[in-house]
């Protein structure tokens, strides 16, 4: 029997193709929003990807999720994401 969760949402990548991600959480961060997600199923040890959520220029009440370059913010964002759930996850350094 397959489950469908409320938390897993479908995006497109670069090529198009659909790929499916668990949402788990919603960061701010200097002025800016972040949307932690996890890929479905959980490949690479679960690597979390983290988007900024941008205002869609042709729709207004649209969001778009965009890579982020800056390694200094990801890891900022991430490190607020590991303080907030240190107890729910087990975080594996690299």
């Known amino acids: 029997m397959s489950e469908e969760f409320d938390n ?3 995006l497109e990548d670069e090529d198009g ?4 991600f668990e949402f788990l959480d919603l960061v701010e961060y200097d002025n800016r929003e972040f949307i932690l997600l996890l890929p479905v199923p959980a ?3 679960g690597t ?3 988007l900024e959520v941008l205002e869609c ?3 207004p ?3 778009e999720y965009v890579s982020v370059e800056e390694q200094d913010v990801l ?3 991430f490190e607020k994401f590991k303080k907030e759930f240190e107890d729910d996850f087990n975080f ?3």
């Open 8 to 10: 897993i949402i479908s």
């Open 17 to 20: 193709k659909e790929v499916k």
């Open 43 to 45: 490949e690479d040890g």
């Open 48 to 50: 979390v990807a983290i």
């Open 57 to 59: 220029e042709d729709d």
């Open 61 to 63: 009440e649209m969001e």
């Open 75 to 77: 890891d900022a964002v």
């Open 92 to 94: 594996i350094e690299d």
